[in-house]
């Protein structure tokens, strides 16, 4: 009898076709109905899921009597819940590495496009606005040899450190729990508390994993530490940030811009956010590149095929049932 996989959000089309080759093949779709519902049922006897984007825990995978693995096309894994698959013996793996330079381009788009208010002054062109020469209204912030803060000097987080190291000459700050001295060697990157960072960067990007000490880890208090003319990104997850502080923060004028690709609630639909000029806001596409979606598929397939192959993935989230 053929294995059976569930294929919980839209993947790579050849990915698709491989799989299903290969495998008795269900598809969630919101199409079909509640989504919830059908991954309730179509778990019941299968043996792996793929996909990105959706809470998985006990409460729609608490049917499931011979799931193995669980492969997600994404590196962050807050949206499963990794005590619950351990607790049940189900493994989970993801895909590091493959989008960590593209997610760091974006991550220098939103900087730059933040810092010289790209995004406002396009439209500000596009309507005609441009009457004579462009006055202090429309005046960015210089990038050169700036002071760069990142939270979270992981794989990403260092990926943005090197463009702004040898790209723009910039002196690097860093903050996470444990200090990564030969990381931060290379790139003369100085240690620093989360509250020394703030007060020192012109700007500061965010690029830790959401984890229980992560969450809200800037709110209010560290907001209010940021220098008036700098610039916030963040690229990790929504709630890695207190966003009613940020929206506060930037509608006051206390920091210069914000840069946001990632929010507390998504697809983001309705937002104060909407209503500023200061705050650039991107759609999540940090790794929404056609190649690197395409590595991602190609790395989670294996992942996945690996665990129903009977062969140990080699990126997994839990590692300890090998
Ligand atoms: P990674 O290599 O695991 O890096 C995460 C870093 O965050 C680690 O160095 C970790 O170091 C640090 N960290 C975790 N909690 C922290 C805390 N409370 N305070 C300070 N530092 C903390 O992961 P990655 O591959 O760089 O990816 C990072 C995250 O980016 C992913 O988990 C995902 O959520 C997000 N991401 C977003 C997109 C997008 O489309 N926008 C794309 C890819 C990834 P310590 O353990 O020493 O603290």
Redesign the pocket.
């Known amino acids: 009898m053929r294995k059976k996989v569930v294929v919980f959000s839209q993947i790579d089309s050849e990915i698709l076709s491989r799989l299903q080759a290969q495998y008795e093949v269900v598809q969630i779709s919101p199409k079909l109905g509640d989504v919830n519902t059908q991954i309730q049922t179509a778990v019941q006897d299968a043996d792996g899921m793929i996909g990105a984007g959706r809470l998985l825990n006990a409460s729609n995978l608490s049917a499931a009597k011979q799931l193995k693995i669980i492969s997600s096309v994404s590196?962050?894994y807050?949206n499963y819940d990794v005590n619950y698959l351990n607790s049940h013996h189900i493994w989970l793996a993801h895909t590091?590495h493959v989008?960590?330079e593209t997610?760091a381009d974006l991550a220098f788009t939103l900087l730059m496009s933040a810092a010289r208010q790209v995004p406002a002054l396009d439209q500000w062109t596009k309507q005609g606005e441009w009457k004579r020469t462009v006055g202090e209204a429309q005046f960015g912030q210089g990038i050169f040899g700036k002071t760069l803060g990142i939270?979270?000097?992981?794989?990403?987080?260092t990926a943005i450190a090197r463009r702004g190291f040898h790209g723009f000459n910039m002196n690097i700050l860093y903050?996470?729990?444990?200090e990564?001295l030969e990381l931060a060697q290379a790139l003369s990157a100085q240690y620093r508390s989360l509250n020394e960072l703030l007060q020192q960067s012109d700007f500061v990007v965010v690029?830790?994993?959401?984890?229980d000490?992560?969450k809200e880890?800037i709110g209010v208090e560290e907001f209010a530490q940021m220098q008036k003319h700098a610039v916030f990104v963040n690229?990790?997850?929504g709630s890695v940030i207190n966003e009613q502080a940020l929206i506060d923060t930037l509608k006051n004028n206390q920091i210069f811009a914000a840069g946001l690709?990632?929010y507390k609630k998504e697809p983001l639909q309705v937002s104060e956010l909407f209503d500023l000029n200061n705050v650039v806001t991107l759609p999540?596409?940090?790794?929404a590149t056609a190649e690197t979606r395409q590595q991602m598929a190609e790395l989670a397939y294996r992942n996945l095929v690996d665990v129903l192959e009977g062969r140990t993935p080699r990126y997994l989230v839990n590692p300890q049932f090998s």
């Open positions: 590196v962050g807050d590091p989008l960590t997610t939270i979270g000097l992981g794989n990403i987080g903050h996470n729990r444990h990564k690029a830790v994993d959401l984890n000490d992560s880890l690229i990790a997850r690709d990632v999540h596409i940090g790794s």
